[in-house]
């Protein structure tokens, strides 16, 4: 079982639409972040979180430390966002936790339909 | 703008050869920086710690002799990956935590290498 599990691995939706994406961990984390990584490969940090709950534009993210789980919601959905979303955390260092490294869910890849 | 400067961004190289692959670190300094490597529908999978100024930790089942990591600054980190085969095709990425923080991380674009 992997240690970081996203639902759903794939999700189109209508622009306009909210959307929802989850991770679950089943380790002690330190941070969970939510990447955003276009087709071309790169990868950009959205959100890192410890408690509760950011929001930035359209994005929020909220995260339950005692559920060990993490939503994504994207506002008024727009093709733009299409994108593989992924969560990943980082360890305590009673699990394992080194020197900062990430561990990844295998991503949501969302597609936004105009 | 960007963190992280990653190239090259594609490389397509013959069986055999070898492929350099650096990391380099715009805005910080960065005592440590993580290789990762994502091949397709997978996660990215953590492959080595690189620590300025002292030997890479590299992850299980990672060869060193396979995927050299040099540090020698606080600023740039290369992977090397020798004898190139096609099974090493894949997605390989950077990333790093500024000033040595575990909080942010900030990620380099991405290499595509094609081994053919």
């Known amino acids: 079982k992997n240690e970081v599990e996203q639902s759903p691995q794939n999700l189109t939706a209508q622009e306009g639409e909210f959307i929802t994406i989850n991770c679950s961990y089943s380790?002690?984390?330190?941070?969970l972040h939510w990447l955003q990584q276009h087709p071309g490969g790169g990868i950009v940090s959205l959100f890192m979180?410890?408690?509760g709950k950011k929001k930035h534009g359209r994005l929020i993210a909220t995260i339950n430390i005692q559920e060990k789980h993490s939503s994504l919601h994207i506002t008024a959905s727009h093709p733009r966002d299409s994108a593989v979303y992924i969560c990943?955390?980082?360890?305590?260092?009673?699990?394992?936790?080194?020197?900062?490294?990430?561990?990844f869910g295998k991503g949501t890849k969302l597609s936004v339909k105009p | 703008g960007a963190v992280v400067s990653q190239h090259p961004s594609r490389v397509i190289c013959k069986s055999g050869t070898s492929v350099k692959i650096e990391c380099r670190s715009l805005?910080?300094?960065?005592?440590?920086m993580f290789w990762y490597r994502q091949f397709p529908k997978q996660s990215l999978m953590l492959m080595a710690t690189?620590?300025?100024?002292?030997?890479?930790?590299?992850e299980q089942g990672v060869e060193k002799d396979k995927f050299l990591i040099n540090h020698a600054s606080l600023t740039l980190s290369t992977l090397t990956v020798t004898s190139a085969h096609p099974e090493d095709s894949s997605f390989y990425i950077c990333?790093?935590?500024?000033?040595?923080?575990?909080?942010?991380?900030?990620f380099g674009q991405g290499t595509r290498l094609t081994v053919v």
């Open positions: 979180l410890s408690s």
């Open positions: 690189s620590n300025e100024g002292s030997k890479a930790t590299y």
């Open positions: 990943a955390v980082r360890l305590l260092m009673n699990y394992g936790g080194s020197q900062g490294n990430l561990i």
């Open positions: 990333s790093l935590n500024p000033n040595g923080r575990y909080t942010e991380a900030f």
């Open positions: 380790v002690g984390i330190s941070a």
């Open positions: 805005d910080f300094q960065a005592t440590t």
